[in-house]
């Protein structure tokens, strides 16, 4: 029965609307069952009825007529437990409520499933034949299992149909579809579609006729795109942050990587002609990608393909889309990339909304950078139907309403506003100190990584940098890059921020993040070989990147070195023996080097319980409260599923903070956070309250952050603190933080979504 199944679901999936989909339903179930009867009944939770929107078998008039109260008959039961029913004769349960419009008299064998998503029942699939028998156990399994992949598709159908009789007139206003927040804001602006210039599946293999003439057509065609990168970056230049900057160096390097144009050459000389060639290159190095379970390396496969469709466009000699930006553009598409987002003059650029990526996108990162709010992973969003149509893009919340009712409109506007007077209070805040207003001083870091040679914005305002991720250089580059390479990455930033310290951290890479070149296979890679495990299972790649810093930071000694993942103290020991060993080599080499202050990432639960034993061994500790919380909570970051459990203001984790920091304490060790929730306004309340030293965040929280500071007194946090510990789930703590903001003029800070 499994292919029927799987039929089914591929036709409903690719439906045009909600009654198309349930035709095919309704007919496929039945004919593959052999029942007499196949029906669907969906939920107006407006109205509190079950609604029969589909059937084979009973009477076709009684479709969108019969509608039941939410709690009542079998299909009211059906719901209500969210459990299937499986009778042998309808009408002598107790439950049974006679249909008269439906013609259902004639039918005894009864089988409901229920059709479930995200805990809510959509609907329910039924079943009925008129031998007063119960239906077989492989046939409830295959209703039961139809029905926990339908409701998906009936979604999407939904939305899909709703914009198609939006075009009519007096239609409905549409709900909203709901992605991932990924770029904070609200925009209300005209829909431009973008899609994929040219296709590269879609090319054939050919011999090449004239090899030099192919291979030289493909050099002129990536120099063609080389050149147009180069423009978009000029015209990002000035609105962009550096670090955001940094992408489209990478693509550069991408495009003049030996991957991308030796692969190609190789495969011309090989016999094809270029666009076979170069198609074969790219879906190599996108397979890559696409193997990898972090998102945001995913994400890099689409850069990828991206970057093989300009080829492809330029070798076939297509020009490019002149497309008209109206003054509030929303981008849509499938696959948006990066680049499309570039090719927007910024002026034009209100919103993006995309069904695939998250907020580790590049799209999003990049979206963040222009501060332009988006939506990422709307997967009900139907692309094709929505060009020139009015789009609010929610950011705050991943919402995207089509042609949205003036009421819903109207209360965006009133939040547009609320965020432009809120920018303008924010403003006036810099270049002020961070302390509260009982005279205690909090220093905000940065956290950045991205960044390439131009100064990040923030600069002036932040402490020094909390957090420098040096993963980035790593990625961009087809093998390890050099302790040269490294040392001038390095010294730049230790530079630029001089003398305020800058705490590079060893590499991060590995399990969910693994190298492009140093490919590694694991079931669980986030419980695998990751961060500090990696580097010290090869002290190569540790001693080059110490011995990077160590000389970047000759002459300037504002370098500060933060190990990640550490999960024993065994670690930090072998850790310091090698840092000892980079420094006693330099300075046998002859140079000038001094050892850096060393810390340790708190972001695995072991160390939360050994902070006093990581403290004796180390200058300072830093939580990540990304990974802490994931590995506190067992909930995936990345993954949409649980993202709702993902949540740093659990009691749990509040707990594990005050511990590590009296763990520190005990050795008089400073402890900073690094983690999403030092730039979380709310997050911020029980930090001061525990009376951690510093918070490193994005650039864009640092405003926010130093309001929340100079608003609330340190004792104050502490009680607050005291009664957020007694709470026992994170509801009660949200309620509590949110209460304490706005009671000090600070509700305007609070995202919309949370
Ligand atoms: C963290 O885990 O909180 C952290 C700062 O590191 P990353 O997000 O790079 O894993
Ligand atoms: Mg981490």
């Known amino acids: 029965m499994l292919e029927p199944l799987r039929r089914i679901v591929q036709e409903v999936n690719q439906a045009p609307d909600l009654e198309r989909a349930l035709a095919i339903i309704v007919a496929g179930v039945k004919q593959t069952i052999g029942a007499d009867v196949c029906s669907v009944y969906l939920t107006d939770f407006d109205r509190r009825e079950h609604v029969l929107q589909a059937t084979d078998g009973l009477r076709p008039e009684a479709v969108g007529q019969v509608r039941l109260p939410l709690n009542r008959g079998l299909i009211g039961l059906i719901s209500e437990r969210a459990e299937p029913l499986n009778l042998d004769d309808a009408s002598r349960h107790p439950r049974y409520l006679f249909v008269q419009e439906t013609g259902e008299e004639r039918f005894r064998g009864f089988l409901g499933a229920p059709i479930i998503q995200n805990r809510r029942v959509l609907g329910v699939l039924a079943l009925r034949r008129r031998a007063a028998r119960r239906f077989e156990d492989d046939e409830v399994t295959l209703v039961v299992t139809l029905a926990s992949q339908l409701a998906g598709a009936i979604t999407h159908a939904r939305a899909s149909g709703e914009l198609m009789r939006l075009q009519e007139p007096g239609a409905l206003p549409a709900r909203f579809l709901q992605g991932l927040p990924a770029s904070p804001g609200i925009a209300i602006g005209r829909a431009v579609v973008v899609y994929p210039p040219a296709d590269l599946d879609a090319v054939p293999d050919r011999p090449a006729a004239d090899a030099a003439a192919e291979e030289e057509a493909f050099r002129d065609a990536v120099a063609d795109v080389v050149e147009e990168i180069d423009r978009f970056a000029t015209r990002a230049g000035s609105e962009l942050r550096a670090e955001d900057r940094a992408l489209f160096d990478a693509w550069m390097l991408m495009l003049e990587s030996d991957t991308l144009i030796d692969g190609t050459l190789e495969r011309i000389r090989g016999g094809n002609w270029a666009p076979g060639a170069l198609r074969d290159t790219i879906c190599e190095h996108a397979r890559v990608f696409d193997a990898m379970e972090d998102p945001y390396l995913r994400e890099r496969a689409s850069d990828v393909r991206d970057l093989g469709r300009r080829i492809l466009m330029r070798l076939q000699n297509l020009e490019v889309q002149p497309v008209d930006f109206p003054p509030s553009t929303v981008l849509v598409g499938e696959e948006l990339s990066a680049m499309q987002i570039a090719a927007v003059p910024r002026a034009s650029l209100a919103g993006i909304a995309s069904t695939v990526g998250s907020s580790s996108s590049h799209v999003a990162i990049l979206a963040r950078g222009l501060g332009v709010p988006a939506a990422m992973g709307v997967a009900d969003l139907p692309v094709g139907r929505v060009e020139g149509l009015e789009l609010v893009v929610d950011g705050y919340r991943g919402r ?300 864009g929280s640092l405003l926010r952050v130093k309001w929340v500071i100079r608003s609330l007194s340190r004792s104050r946090a502490r009680e607050l603190l005291g009664v957020a510990l007694q709470c026992e789930d994170v509801a009660a703590v949200r309620r509590l933080l949110t209460s304490a903001l706005e009671e000090v003029g600070l509700g305007g800070l609070l995202r919309p979504g949370k």
């Not at 991720?469 to 087809?478: G, I």
């Not at 010290?536 to 190990?563: C, K, S, W, Y």
């Not at 659990?650 to 402890?671: C, D, I, K, S, W």
């Open 400 to 699: 995207v309403y089509v042609a949205p009712a003036p009421v819903v409109r109207a209360e965006y506007l009133r939040l547009m506003e609320d965020d432009r007077a809120l920018s303008d209070e924010l403003e006036a805040l810099r270049h002020l100190p961070a302390e509260t207003p009982d005279g205690y001083t909090v220093p905000l870091y940065l956290n950045t990584g991205l960044v390439s040679e131009a100064r990040p914005v923030g600069i002036e305002e932040a402490a020094g940098v909390g957090l420098y991720r040096t993963e980035l250089p790593f990625l961009v580059r087809d093998r390890f890059p050099g302790e040269t390479a490294q040392m001038t990455n390095y010294r730049q930033v230790l530079e630029t921020f001089h003398p305020r310290p800058v705490t590079i951290r060893t590499l991060d890479v590995g399990g969910d993040k693994p190298l492009p070149y140093f490919p590694v296979s694991e079931s669980n890679p986030f419980l695998g070989w990751r961060g500090i495990r990696i580097t010290l299972d090869h002290p190569d790649i540790f001693i080059t990147q110490v011995r990077a810093m160590l000389r970047a930071a000759i002459g300037l000694e504002n370098l500060q070195i933060l190990l990640p993942m550490i999960s024993t103290v065994g670690e930090i020991d072998d850790a310091l023996l090698l840092i000892q060993r980079a420094h006693d080599e330099l300075s046998e080499e002859g140079y000038a080097v001094r050892m850096p202050p060393v810390g340790v990432m708190v972001e695995v639960p072991a160390a939360v319980y050994q902070a006093e034993a990581i403290a004796r061994r180390v200058d300072f500790l830093s939580v990540g409260t990304n990974d802490l919380t994931q590995y506190l909570l067992a909930v995936d970051r990345n993954n949409p599923h649980v993202a709702e459990l993902f949540d740093e203001l659990h009691p749990a984790v509040l707990r594990a903070l005050v511990q590590v920091v009296a763990g520190a304490r005990a050795y008089g060790r400073e402890v900073g956070i690094c983690g999403e929730m030092a730039g979380d306004p709310l997050g911020v309340v029980p930090l001061l309250g525990m009376g951690v030293h510093s918070l490193s965040m994005g650039a």
